[in-house]
């Protein structure tokens, strides 16, 4: 490694650490901050590789087996998950049937899937949800919300004309956990008004 190639690397680690005493003590990193040290991460390997001949550093290292002081999390580490979804059709749902809720307005992340009506977490964190449920004059129907078949959260419309209701969650989810909306276990099929029937839910914060 020739004295200028090695100090190049040595200055790029120095400014890899000073992008790191200037992160936040909560861990949060800006999209500036990685993007930042991410052209470092390149610039680094760019040198390493560059190296014809690696030298023997004082501490016994070899000098291309120099690694990053920290670990540096991925821009898409800090991208936003959320969806909104709802009916577009007078949907007739029977006994523990999901609720596709098919006209997908936002699924940042493709967490959703409105094939099947779930949310699967992309990540771990700690998730917001809501669903809103309108029934049909004489027609009251009584939705949940279920987190891998559990139970966490409930919503009724009941039938004296086009009545709504609203719940909202807050749940931990695992990466893979899957949360959907359902009918709960009815005598008969209650119909659901289109539109006005929705699903939305976000990321608050990875744990």
Avoid at 9 to 34: A, M, P, R
Avoid at 62 to 71: F, G, T
Avoid at 84 to 108: F, K, M, P
Avoid at 117 to 126: I, Q
């Amino acid at each position: 490694m020739t004295q200028k190639v090695q100090n190049s690397l040595f200055l790029l680690l120095l400014l890899v650490n000073f992008v790191f005493c200037e992160n936040s003590s909560d861990g949060i990193w800006t999209k500036e901050q990685l993007h930042y040290l991410e052209n470092l991460k390149r610039e680094i390997e760019y040198l390493k590789k560059t190296c014809k001949q690696p030298q023997i550093l004082s501490d016994g290292r070899k000098s291309d087996e120099i690694p990053l002081p920290i670990d540096v999390p991925s821009i898409n580490e800090i991208q936003p998950i959320a969806f909104y979804a709802q009916l577009s059709q007078t949907l007739t749902i029977g006994d523990l049937q999901t609720v596709e809720y098919d006209v997908v307005r936002v699924n940042v992340g493709n967490g959703y899937d409105k094939r099947h009506g779930h949310f699967t977490a992309p990540v771990t964190g700690l998730f917001y949800f809501s669903f809103t449920v309108m029934s049909f004059p004489d027609k009251s129907v009584h939705m949940e919300i279920v987190k891998n078949g559990v139970v966490f959260g409930n919503c009724f419309a009941d039938g004296h004309g086009y009545e709504s209701g609203t719940s909202t969650v807050i749940t931990q989810l695992d990466q893979g956990d899957m949360v959907w909306v359902r009918h709960v276990k009815a005598e008969s099929p209650q119909p659901l008004h289109p539109l006005y029937n929705a699903f939305t839910g976000f990321l608050i914060a990875r744990t």
